[in-house]
């Protein structure tokens, strides 16, 4: 249900196995769920409890959020009964971000998570309330460093320059497009790097872009995206990559009819869109999963280090995908996407972030 916390079953196995302890607690309620060993357990070694929020779109979009929720899946997995959490979704305008921080807080949960740049305000006014609790976002920083806050930042220009260039090669017109979710320097990011890897392959090819809107709910609007596709491909576009969470599904269900390609993101999303997976050329892979397990290792292993934690091609953190859905469409292009990576690594590629500096 939208707007409140609510506890998520992550499978019968982790259910029988004790693994984690997931229980309803209303919206600012208090709940009455197991207190992870804090209330008087009997010596029983008090569980690390997580408290993880999503973006506008929640689960299901497919994308950002749903690798936010496999890394919180992959630590409760490997740490078992360490590990107790709870996740919870923002309602339809994104406005009650701060209640729901601010409830996990209030109730006490070592390591509260939000899912995106969204969160920045925020997480900056309730960690300054908390400074207890350990708080980490994605995909922004606080402008004041706070002692209680990581950063989990991602070089999305670094993995955007690879899946430009496969855009590039792949092309049959010359044209390709970019749909981008709300403006923002963040998403500027994956079209400057698109941009720069195209040119790196083709100076003289056409790239169009567009976003789709100046608010948070430009992420959770296919028909939009749909739109947006269609008039780029109606322009030339053969090849479009979106950086847009779930308004990229309508980009899919365009580039699908129309007989086009297209080009993911944030996941591998010709398994995560399975209806879509014979269009989808590669995806432009951003490990929000990686980071989000790695914060909660490093709380349960009392290591939780606060400031800028940055994730490029040389960490693993992005990268393009490839898979045996997608490999006939992209395999004979992977050595040159291959040494295009270790050049950017090495430093021999510098990749601009934002569009007006391609």
């Known amino acids: 249900m939208r707007g409140r916390a609510r506890g998520r079953t992550l499978g019968l196995a982790l259910m029988v196995a004790g693994s984690l302890i997931l229980s309803a607690c209303g919206g600012g309620g208090g709940g009455s769920q197991d207190q992870g060993g804090n209330g008087g357990g009997g010596g029983q070694e008090a569980k690390v409890r997580v408290g993880l929020v999503y973006d506008v779109g929640g689960r299901g979009d497919q994308s950002f959020n749903d690798m936010a929720y496999a890394g919180l899946e992959k630590a409760i997995q490997e740490f078992g009964d360490k590990v107790e959490a709870q996740d919870a979704e923002p309602d339809a305008g994104g406005q009650n971000r701060e209640d729901l921080l601010r409830t996990f807080a209030d109730q006490g949960y070592d390591l509260v998570i939000g899912v995106g740049f969204l969160f920045t305000d925020a997480i900056t006014a309730v960690a300054k309330e908390y400074p207890e609790v350990k708080f980490a976002i994605v995909d922004s920083c606080p402008e004041e460093p706070l002692d209680n806050v990581a950063c989990l930042t991602f070089k999305e220009h670094e993995g955007s320059f690879l899946v430009?260039?496969?855009?590039?090669?792949?092309?049959?017109?010359?044209?390709?497009?970019?749909?981008?979710?709300?403006?923002?320097?963040?998403?500027?990011?994956?079209?400057?790097?698109?941009?720069?890897?195209?040119?790196?392959?083709?100076?003289d090819i056409k790239v169009l872009s567009d976003y789709a809107g100046t608010t948070g709910e430009a992420f959770n609007n296919p028909t939009k995206g749909r739109e947006l596709a269609l008039a780029q491909i109606q322009q030339g576009a053969d090849v479009i990559y979106h950086a847009a969470g779930g308004t990229g599904k309508g980009v899919f269900e365009a580039v699908k009819q129309q007989g086009k390609l297209a080009i993911g993101v944030d996941a591998d999303q010709s398994l995560t869109a399975p209806d879509y997976a014979d269009v989808i050329l590669t995806s432009m892979v951003k490990r929000v999963d990686v980071a989000v397990y790695d914060v909660i290792r490093s709380v349960v292993e009392d290591n939780f280090k606060a400031g800028l934690h940055a994730y490029g091609l040389k960490e693993d953190?992005?990268?393009?995908?490839?898979?045996?859905?997608?490999?006939?469409?992209?395999e004979d292009i992977t050595a040159q996407l291959d040494e295009l990576k270790e050049k950017i690594i090495s430093g021999e590629i510098q990749v601009p972030e934002t569009p007006g500096d391609v």
């Open 164 to 203: 430009g260039a496969a855009a590039a090669l792949k092309t049959q017109t010359g044209t390709i497009g970019f749909v981008g979710g709300m403006k923002t320097p963040l998403i500027e990011r994956f079209e400057a790097g698109y941009r720069a890897g195209a040119k790196y392959i083709n100076p």
């Open 317 to 330: 953190g992005v990268g393009y995908a490839v898979n045996d859905k997608n490999r006939s469409l992209i």
